[in-house]
């Protein structure tokens, strides 16, 4: 054999070598990349779920007996947003069960929605206060990354807030929730129409007309989005 063909049989090796790291590396490049696409919402979610089980990022953990990380569909019309668990929902584990989801449920079906087929209703805190007092602050700001990371995952159409609480801490603004309703705002480029909490309405029936109002006003942002 000649010096020449050793060093072209050489050189194919090297290609050969070449070729076969490049396919492997493509491969296993494409086994992350088909995971990932294949990981869709529903696994996100509930990858946030399971954090949001085992989480200590607050105090809220002490006595919670289950966490609340909120239900509903993926890509819902509206995400109905409240402030945080009630007995209830502790109890269960899932949102707005009481007396107040009962109520809730009547001004959704009001515009023609069902949290079963169109809508996700969660909270700013996925534990319940002690004695359903307002969330702290500091355990607001520690629980908003999970709220955060739902509505980038599920994006809705709209958002509704229930009650000060939730609106005060989505829109960034410090009026009472008396003052805040009746316009719309953004929250991740998605609209956000603010209404009472229902149970502050079941304590105080006059409040019924303004809700009235502002689930007139969300319906409009469906239709005309
Ligand atoms: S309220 Fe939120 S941040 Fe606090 S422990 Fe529960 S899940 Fe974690």
Redo the contacts with the bound molecule.
């Keep these: 054999m000649s010096t020449q063909n050793s060093l072209n049989d050489l050189v194919k090796l090297f290609n050969l070598i070449e070729d076969y790291y490049e396919e492997g590396f493509h491969r296993r490049h494409s086994d992350v990349e088909l995971a990932e696409q294949m990981a869709g919402p529903e696994d996100q979610f509930l990858e946030i779920n399971n954090e ?1 089980s085992s ?4 105090g ?2 002490k006595e919670r007996n289950n ?1 609340v990380p909120g239900e509903g569909v993926i890509n819902p019309l509206v995400m109905l947003i409240g402030e945080g668990p009630g007995a209830d929902e502790d109890r269960t584990g899932k949102p707005f069960v009481g007396r107040a989801g009962k109520y809730l449920d009547s001004w959704l079906m009001a515009i023609d929605l069902d949290r079963r087929k169109n809508c996700f209703i969660g909270n700013i ?3 319940r206060p002690p004695d359903n007092r307002d969330p702290l602050p500091e ?1 607001s700001s ?2 908003l990354p ?1 709220l955060q990371r739902q509505i980038s995952f599920i994006r809705p159409k709209a958002i509704m807030t229930l009650g000060r609480i939730a609106t005060q801490i989505l829109t960034g603004e410090k009026s009472g929730i008396g003052a805040l309703r009746g316009r719309i705002y953004s929250y991740q480029g998605i609209p956000l129409a603010p209404t009472y909490h229902p149970s502050a309405v079941l304590r105080n029936i006059s409040l019924r007309a303004s809700v009235w109002q502002d689930l007139q006003k969300l319906r409009s942002v469906l239709q005309n989005g």
Excluded: P
């Design positions: 949001i989480c200590r990022k607050c809220l953990f966490t805190v996925k534990c355990e520690a629980c999970y």
